[in-house]
């Protein structure tokens, strides 16, 4: 089956740097990707959707300059986190689609914590 | 996002009991109606999914049952395991947009 993987899984960073979060598709060509965030025993928010070769579409709310998305190649999505700080420690968690297909693959998750 | 209401927030059930978790979605456009079942630290893993043209679906110990008319969906788990504990998500789409996923249940089977 469809196979998504994302990394790193755990990331530990300074106030005020960047980080960024990889998610790959391996096995199938992803036209759109999306990206969301989970808090702690919460439900799954979603941030933005990808679709390769544009800009991302964010959700209201979600500051685009603070979480920057590219998604350059069919099976690459990447998610900048800049300048962070510690109200951005959460759970980050990738999903694609297969253009032909109506599942939805996830990643593993990053749980990125801000110091 | 248009809102999925998921409930019992939290279930417990003996081991080979029937766990029953529901939800309610209020647009009519959603075409997809996937289960998610995700553990500590893990992103959601795919349980079963259904379109509104079929009423039920039954893959292994899981079934979803789907009301159009109520706009309610369900997942049953059969013969529910220890192994089941974990939270489980309903959740639904529209065409190729982005999954609305419900507020979850975290099931816990007692041995």
């Known amino acids: 089956g469809a196979v998504v993987s994302q990394h790193p899984s755990r990331v530990i960073c300074k106030s005020g740097t960047s980080v960024k979060i990889e998610c790959r598709s391996l096995?199938?060509?992803?036209?759109?990707m999306f990206w969301y965030r989970q808090f702690p025993k919460k439900s799954l928010m979603l941030m933005a959707t990808?679709?390769?070769?544009?800009?991302?579409?964010?959700e209201q709310g979600v500051e685009k300059d603070k979480f920057l998305i590219n998604h350059a190649s069919l099976t690459l999505s990447t998610l900048t986190v800049t300048s962070a700080h510690p109200e951005d420690s959460s759970f980050y968690i990738c999903?694609?689609?297969?253009?032909?297909?109506?599942?939805?693959?996830f990643g593993s998750g990053t749980r990125l914590t801000v110091v | 996002q248009q809102q999925v209401k998921q409930s019992p927030q939290s279930l417990i059930v003996q081991k080979g009991g029937i766990s029953i978790i529901n939800c309610a979605y209020e647009?009519?456009?959603?075409?997809?109606f996937p289960w998610y079942q995700q553990f500590p630290g893990k992103g959601p893993a795919l349980l079963i999914a259904?379109?509104?043209?079929?009423s039920e679906k039954k893959e292994g110990r899981f079934t979803i049952s789907f009301n159009k008319s109520a706009k309610q969906f369900s997942l049953h788990i059969m013969d529910s395991q220890p192994g089941d504990s974990a939270t489980y998500f309903c959740?639904?789409?529209?065409?190729?947009?982005?999954?609305?996923f419900g507020s979850g249940t975290r099931l816990q089977v007692q041995p």
């Open positions: 999903s694609a689609r297969e253009g032909g297909s109506w599942g939805y693959t």
């Open positions: 647009n009519t456009a959603f075409d997809y």
């Open positions: 259904i379109r509104p043209d079929v």
């Open positions: 959740a639904a789409s529209t065409g190729r947009r982005a999954l609305t």
């Open positions: 096995d199938f060509q992803a036209t759109t």
């Open positions: 990808s679709n390769e070769g544009s800009k991302a579409t964010y």
